[in-house]
Nanobody, 121 residues
Framework: QVQLVESGGGLVQTGGSLRLSCAAS????????MGWFRQAPGKGREFAAI????????RYADSVKGRFTISREDAKNTVYLQMNSLKPEDTAVYYC??????????????WGQGTQVTVSS
């Protein structure tokens, strides 16, 4: 079992930055693909960014490409999402996910509880 805990969310103005962290426990995540997903009010959960177990492959949703960066630090069992140039439409609950298969689908085995990101206009 892997437990995931997100942190770093909050309220920020348009154009600002936030860095989300996802701390894993229970097992090492070094062999897991990791992802960040988000869910805005009244909408389904959508893919934001994913990273391969080696960290050598990343993919981003078109809506965040060039503004968000996913990274991992396996020595700390932690994954990050650096979010720059934030927009009001980035407002959502952000979830960290882990699983054996790298995919843009929300089919990962393990999920965190989410952290709220609110971008004011």
């Amino acid at each position: 079992q892997v437990q995931l805990v997100e942190s770093g969310g909050g309220l920020v103005q348009t154009g600002g930055s936030l860095r989300l962290s996802c701390a894993a426990s229970g097992r090492t995540i070094s062999s897991y693909a990791m992802g960040w997903f988000r869910q805005a009010p009244g909408k389904g959960r959508e893919f934001a960014a994913i990273i391969s177990p080696s960290g050598g492959f990343t993919r981003y949703a078109d809506s965040v490409k060039g503004r968000f960066t996913i990274s991992r630090e396996d020595a700390k069992n932690t994954v990050y999402l650096q979010m720059n140039s934030l927009k009001p439409e980035d407002t959502a609950v952000y979830y960290c996910a882990a699983g054996p298969k790298l995919t843009q689908r929300a089919s990962y085995d393990y999920w965190g509880q989410g952290t709220q990101v609110t971008v004011s206009s």
